[in-house]
């Protein structure tokens, strides 16, 4: 079945740049989206890209794709402790006629004043 | 204000008992969809539906039940039969099924089993 996978956690001094990495399996991926969940709270979404499309730009936020390595990664310039969240990144894919979205593990980000 | 709206916010339940979980919108969205979040393991699909009075089982949809009976209402519930019901439930809606339309979502019920 299809699979998205993340590493679980990641630490940042405020003000560096976060890289938030993310690997896919199914090819036919339409939409790639990065949600953020902040504790206790349902999910928000932050961006999403075009399966082809390479990169997408969004204030503070850049979205890399490389398809041939099914690789998704979020970069969040100058982070701030508000940015302290679990980020999932999420696959659309069909199914049975239906296109479905399948869910990373999150990765749980912690930014260090 | 449009949006998704889930109650209780938090939940108790004793062994042996049915629960059931709100989810509201009033974002006139034909898809709605129960998540259920365990930590580490990111979310899980327990039940869709694509429009009123049709839902289909998600991955995990075994001690649950679901009903459309109305566009902006899909409630969750938890049933006796489901083995370890404690976890955050999420419900999210989106414009069609079939299309690649944004998830939106509610805050979210955490239920807990004592």
């Known amino acids: 079945g299809e699979d998205v996978e993340q590493s679980l956690f990641l630490s940042v001094r405020e003000g560096d740049s976060s890289v938030i990495n993310c690997t896919y399996t199914?090819?036919?991926?339409?939409?790639l989206y990065w949600y953020k969940q902040e504790p206790g709270a349902g999910l928000q979404l932050l961006t999403y890209?075009?399966?082809?499309?390479d990169m997408k730009q969004d204030q503070r936020l850049t979205v890399l794709l490389n398809k041939k390595d099914k690789h998704l990664s979020l970069r969040i310039a100058d982070t701030q402790t508000g940015d302290s969240a679990i980020y999932f990144c999420?696959?659309?894919?069909?199914?049975?006629?239906?296109?479905?979205?399948?869910f990373g593990t999150g990765t749980k980000l912690q930014v260090i004043p | 204000d449009g949006g998704i709206t889930q109650s209780p916010k938090y939940l108790f339940r004793k062994e042996g008992q049915n629960v059931t979980l709100s989810c509201e919108q009033n974002?006139?969205?034909?898809?709605m969809y129960w998540y259920r979040q365990d930590p580490g393991q990111g979310l899980r699909l327990i039940y869709y539906?694509?429009?009123?009075?049709?839902?289909q089982k998600g991955d995990i949809a075994e001690g649950y039940s679901v009903s459309r009976e109305k566009k902006e209402s899909f409630p969750l519930t938890v049933t006796s039969a489901q083995k370890n019901p404690t976890a955050f439930y999420l419900c999210?809606?989106?414009?069609?099924?079939?299309?690649?339309?944004?998830?939106?979502f509610g805050p979210g019920t955490r239920l807990t089993v004592l």
């Open positions: 539906s694509q429009i009123v009075n049709d839902f």
């Open positions: 890209i075009f399966s082809n499309m």
């Open positions: 199914d090819s036919s991926s339409t939409y």
């Open positions: 999210a809606s989106s414009n069609r099924i079939t299309s690649t339309d944004t998830q939106y």
């Open positions: 999420a696959e659309t894919y069909s199914s049975g006629g239906y296109q479905k979205v399948t």
């Open positions: 974002l006139n969205h034909d898809a």
